[in-house]
């Protein structure tokens, strides 16, 4: 799968429409982006992408690009 | 002697908090979304002089009447809680006392959470094979209502009270209960904690409220939830107990007539289930009207299939405990 069809999937996941996140994002800047919406990114890095993330992890990223980076080389650029 | 649990009756408190009151209370929440994100429409809740201990009296006089038992038969008394009627005495003397068991009973609280009703009938269990005991009444019941902030939508929106009371006997049959997996991970203590209100940090009078990045306020005498960190520790520890309890009972998957794991959240639940490729049919579901009960959670689910005809005579039942800890127990029972 690639960065951008995880960051489709995990826009289904949180109901925001497709195109809101992007990899040079921050977190922060997304208001929708909150503790709900890291356990929906947990369950969709298992699923998709057979990786079990900690929120330990999760909260040590600021960007949706440090966020995917998480997943490796599990998800490919393009 | 071997131990086999005969039958199972719960409680619930009168009052209703469903998704429209907590909608006009969290901005942004409709009561569709909060069904969506958790799989539960109503949870039920203690009223403010309601003990968990009052709601065990009832489902324990419930068992009672319709199993029925001889309150003067049970000699053991096991109750599972997080929400004693005080620090001490243990509050299951309390209940010997108030259920009119007989003294010569033996009884014990342990504070267990999600994963208490698994290792209650490991506990009980034990005392029968062993032959320490003949007839245990285990009760579950928590009031986790009472440690909730208002002001956290993470823990309001799931958590709801509830009793349990299983009877388990000594039967001349075969092994109906077991083997057991158990698990402890006390390095997750912090996830789910009430900081405040035992030895190592008293209660702390006019608490500060503190919000956190999600909008969620509590004080440290509430609960709380790393609801991330939680899910985590799920998704590592729950499969690896499925499999560690097939291998060691020696049983294929495909044997286990019905999964009944910890009611936590629907979300959650759905995830585990793809996850160990478990068909619909055989994964019991039944948190909506009740929400997540704790260590009461696994008995309601039994009781909710039994009442749907999803568990019969005869079948395999793996039920998987997990949480608060973090705790986590597995175990096998043939349905008498």
Redesign the interface.
């Known amino acids: 799968m690639t960065r951008e069809a995880f960051l489709r999937e995990l826009e289904g996941q949180m109901e925001i429409p497709p195109g809101s996140l992007s990899e040079s994002r921050a977190l922060a800047d997304v208001a929708e982006w909150d503790s709900l919406a890291a356990v929906l990114f947990i369950a969709l890095a298992d699923e998709k992408a057979g990786v079990t993330v900690s929120g330990k992890q999760i909260a040590s990223t600021k960007t949706f690009d440090e966020l995917l980076s998480l997943l490796g080389d599990r998800l490919s650029a393009s | 002697m071997k131990a086999f649990v005969a039958a199972i009756e719960s409680a619930l408190p009168d009052a209703l908090l469903d998704n429209e009151q907590l909608s006009s209370e969290y901005e942004g929440w409709s009561p569709d ?1 909060i069904y969506e ?1 958790t799989g539960i429409r109503t949870r039920r809740i203690a009223a403010p002089d309601q003990c968990a201990s009052d709601l065990a009296v009832c489902a324990a006089q419930a068992l009672m009447r319709r199993a029925p038992l001889d309150p003067s038969s049970v000699d053991f008394l096991l109750y599972c809680t997080q929400t004693p009627d005080y620090i001490l005495p243990t509050t299951a003397c309390v209940l010997q006392h108030r259920l009119g068991l007989p003294t010569s009973c033996g009884a014990l609280d342990f504070n267990l959470g999600c994963s208490g009703y698994v290792y209650g009938l490991g506990l009980a269990k034990a005392l029968i094979d062993s032959g320490q005991a003949r007839t245990v009444l285990l009760i579950t019941a928590d009031t986790y209502s009472k440690l909730v902030n208002p002001a956290d939508k ?1 823990v309001r929106t799931l958590f709801g009270d509830a009793a349990a009371a299983t009877l388990v006997v000594a039967s001349e049959r075969e092994t109906l209960i077991g083997p057991f997996v158990y698990g402890t991970d006390g390095a997750g203590a912090e ?1 789910l904690m009430v900081p405040a209100g035992g030895m190592r940090q008293p209660a702390v009078a006019h608490a500060e409220l503190i919000a ?5 306020a509590r004080t440290v005498n509430d609960l709380f939830m ?4 939680v ?2 520790f799920t ?2 520890m729950v499969p690896k107990a499925v499999e560690q309890l097939l291998a060691k009972a020696n049983v294929e998957r495909e044997a286990v007539d019905l999964f009944v794991f910890h009611q936590a959240n629907r ?1 959650m639940l759905d ?1 585990l289930r ?2 160990l490729r478990i068909p619909e049919s055989k994964f019991v579901i039944a948190m909506e009207d009740v929400g997540n009960t704790v260590s009461c959670s696994i008995p309601l689910a039994l009781q909710h299939a039994l009442e749907r005809g999803q568990l019969a005579s005869g079948a395999l039942v793996m039920i998987v405990g997990f949480g608060v800890g973090y705790s986590w127990g597995a175990t096998l029972m043939r349905w008498a």
């Not at chain 2, 956190?212 to 969620?216: K, R």
């Open positions: 979304k994100k993470s996830n956190d990045d999600s909008g969620n790393n609801g991330a960190e899910f985590n998704l590592r979300f995830h793809r996850k």
